[in-house]
């Protein structure tokens, strides 16, 4: 699946991120969790949960907890990266605020296309040192 997957909604793609972020922190991450990081209704995680469980991102644990699959991991991390490339550029390339770059970040993340990121990178690195690049570093390969 391409990182550009026509099947993959900015919802799906926010989903996923929420619950990479959220297993940073703890194993275990719970659907009200979910919930209050998106700030959605418990009933539209469960719906959404269903929808990415059947997908093959996520896998529904006992008492209701969820966890990523390798693909949805792989997937997850590809929209951090994306996010990640972008907010360096608004910040440390344009001196947006960082407020404004998270914002302008998580609505581009969704809209940029592979090539797009690619160049971005490329340019970037061409004009930086390498090494603040390293977290923002962008997976070249389909998953």
Do not use: P, W
């Not at 990523?68 to 929209?79: I, M």
């Not at 001196?95 to 690619?118: G, Q, W, Y």
């Not at 040192?129 to 070249?140: G, N, S, V």
Request: net charge positive; hydrophobic share 35%.
């Amino acid at each position: 699946m391409s990182i550009n997957d026509k099947r993959m909604t900015k919802s799906k793609e926010d989903y996923l991120k929420a619950i990479l972020e959220l297993s940073a922190c703890n194993d275990l991450i719970h659907s009200n969790e979910i919930a209050e990081k998106l700030n959605i209704t418990r009933a539209s995680v469960s719906r959404m949960l269903g929808i990415l469980n059947n997908s093959g991102y996520i896998t529904k644990k006992k008492y209701g907890t969820v966890d990523l699959t390798d693909k949805g991991r792989k997937f997850a991390e590809q929209v951090q990266k994306r996010h990640d490339l972008i907010r360096y550029f608004l910040t440390d390339v344009l001196s947006v605020s960082n407020e404004t770059a998270d914002l302008d970040a998580c609505r581009m993340e969704h809209a940029i296309s592979k090539e797009t990121v690619d160049k971005l990178h490329n340019k970037l690195e061409s004009l930086i040192d390498c090494t603040k690049l390293h977290k923002c570093e962008t997976q070249r390969t389909e998953v």
